[in-house]
């Protein structure tokens, strides 16, 4: 049986050229749409045993392999914050479709919410992960270049001698000290106190 219903939603069900048993949910209750989603999807199967095609991976696909590859990281728990944004743009989405245009949308909506620096981070992610399933998994062969905002240069500036002895001396005699010491090793404060 090629198509069936379960409830008011068809589904696909058939055999792979490799043998595998395929069941599947078209998303659909219109038969014609559910008859064209299994010959779209055994055309596609057969296409990859046969012709040696990539199979064609989703965003989805590559956030959770991207996630599992590299939970050791410290700051794994960003990378899930910023996937969850990124979701309601790439969710579905097959990798192959992500071009350009797509990755400036996406910037343009992160940055009308914060600071294009945030949305560099979210941009600097999606490339790394485009990277990944090009260089490391093999699942497409090119990718877009990805659109990043060009960043305030911040100059650092340090204070004078004359500066510190004033700062010295209208701090109280606790904070004075801290400040001394952090003055004289370069400490962060955190890493002073």
Known sequence: MAIYKRKQVWWVSFTSPSGKRIRRSAATEDKKKALEFHDQLKAELWRIEQLGEKPKRSWQEAA???LQEREHKRDIKKDIAKLKWLDRYLGEMRLDYIDRDLL????QAKKSQASPSTANRHLALVRAILRAARDEWEWVDRIPRTPMFQEPRKRVRWITREEARRLMREL???LANLAAFSLA???RRSNAT
């Open 64 to 66: 959770v392999r991207w």
């Open 104 to 107: 400036t949308e996406i910037a």
């Open 172 to 174: 109280p005699p606790h």
């Open 185 to 187: 090793t370069g400490l």
